[in-house]
């Protein structure tokens, strides 16, 4: 399972599956979570945040900000863009990746004695 994994990381990595990544955005596109009202989303924010109340005008504001992010949708209650939060959290992933992956070479240069180029 764990190699099924890493090879899969691997196939994402390589720079032509720009494409493929789009396919995978496509396809997860559509998966929403359940409407949640927002005076729950209040609810749990004032548990989460004990010291202070968040204004209903501070949610309001974040929540049309995530929605102009379209993470997350508004019409029926709150509800998360699923799809879009796990297209964004893997291209993240690959870039982070990909930043180790450089700072491993950097740091074995200096080890070996070699000078990073910038």
């Known amino acids: 399972m764990k190699e099924d994994l890493e090879d899969a990381m691997a196939k994402l990595m390589n720079p032509r599956m720009r494409v493929g990544l789009k396919v995978i955005h496509a396809l997860l596109e559509p998966l929403q979570g359940p409407p949640v009202a927002p005076s729950e989303v209040r609810e749990v924010i004032d548990d ?54 450089e700072l491993e070479e950097e740091i074995d240069k200096i080890k070996s004695g070699e000078t990073p180029i910038d």
Not at 52 to 73: D, M, Y
């Open 48 to 101: 989460v945040v004990e010291r202070r109340k968040v204004s209903k005008q501070s949610i309001t504001n974040a929540a049309r900000r995530l929605e102009e992010a379209n993470i997350i949708a508004r019409e029926e209650g709150y509800q998360i863009n699923y799809g879009v939060m796990i297209s964004i959290l893997l291209n993240k992933i690959l870039e982070l990746t990909n930043d180790v992956r």
